[in-house]
T-cell receptor
Framework: KAGVTQTPRYLIKTRGQQVTLSCSPISGHRSVSWYQQTPGQGLQFLFEYFSETQRNKGNFPGRFSGRQFSNSRSEMNVSTLELGDSALYLC?????????????FGQGTRLTVV | GQNIDQPTEMTATEGAIVQINCTYQTSGFNGLFWYQQHAGEAPTFLSYNVLDGLEEKGRFSSFLSRSKGYSYLLLKELQMKDSASYLCAVRDSNSGTYKYIFGTGTRLKVLA
């Protein structure tokens, strides 16, 4: 079974630009969660999508948004990029049903804002 | 508020046992997770505890005490490949929605 696929793996953007990251979950998984990982802050939860609806949300500003498509693929968008948005962005997929808590992470997209 | 504390670094010897502690404060506890993350790689799921007690999975065990806001991950028969960061995370529920709060991780070095 194929794992979680994130594209692109690396990205360099300029302050003020916007960026879209993509995540394809494991086949059959309906939940996709997004995380930001930085050396100083560790792993921080952005949001979770399940069946095309945002089900849970962390404490990030509105510049961070996402969506999920009917095939469970998810995209995350960051608008008006700031230098502090430089981080590894990870997505995790899981079945999303009660009792099935194991999440599988993708390799991440490393975003550098210059 | 919500907070998770775990040691920044630990060192142990191959073949030994190591215990990584995690304390948390959260208003709506709904489960505790442990993940392993090797440098430059994605985190991988190790364990999940929602009730008090010990969950054993091979060389790894995880313990939870909800009344104390405390968990530990126990690694037995340490191997060099266990050198990694170990992340403690809590699922916090509020008004029917969840947030996942991660600690900053414990970097474990296993020495020969």
């Amino acid at each position: 079974k194929a794992g979680v696929t994130q594209t692109p793996r690396y990205l360099i953007k300029t302050r003020g630009q916007q960026v879209t990251l993509s995540c394809s979950p494991i086949s059959g998984h309906r939940s996709v969660s997004w995380y930001q990982q930085t050396p100083g802050q560790g792993l921080q939860f952005l949001f979770e999508y399940f069946s095309e609806t945002q089900r849970n949300k962390g404490n990030f500003p509105g510049r961070f948004s996402g969506r999920q498509f009917s095939n469970s693929r998810s995209e995350m968008n960051v608008s008006t990029l700031e230098l502090g948005d430089s981080a590894l962005y990870l997505c995790a997929s899981s079945p999303g049903i009660t009792g099935e808590v194991e999440a599988f992470f993708g390799q991440g997209t490393r975003l550098t804002v210059v | 508020g919500q907070n998770i504390d775990q040691p920044t670094e630990m060192t142990a010897t191959e073949g030994a046992i190591v215990q990584i502690n995690c304390t948390y404060q959260t208003s709506g506890f709904n489960g505790l997770f442990w993940y392993q993350q090797h440098a430059g790689e994605a985190p991988t799921f190790l364990s999940y505890n929602v009730l008090d007690g010990l969950e054993e999975k091979g060389r790894f065990s995880s313990f939870l005490s909800r009344s104390k806001g405390y968990s530990y991950l126990l690694l037995k028969e340490l191997q060099m490949k266990d050198s990694a960061s170990y992340l403690c995370a809590v699922r916090d529920s509020n008004s029917g929605t969840y947030k996942y709060i991660f600690g900053t991780g414990t970097r474990l070095k296993v020495l020969a």
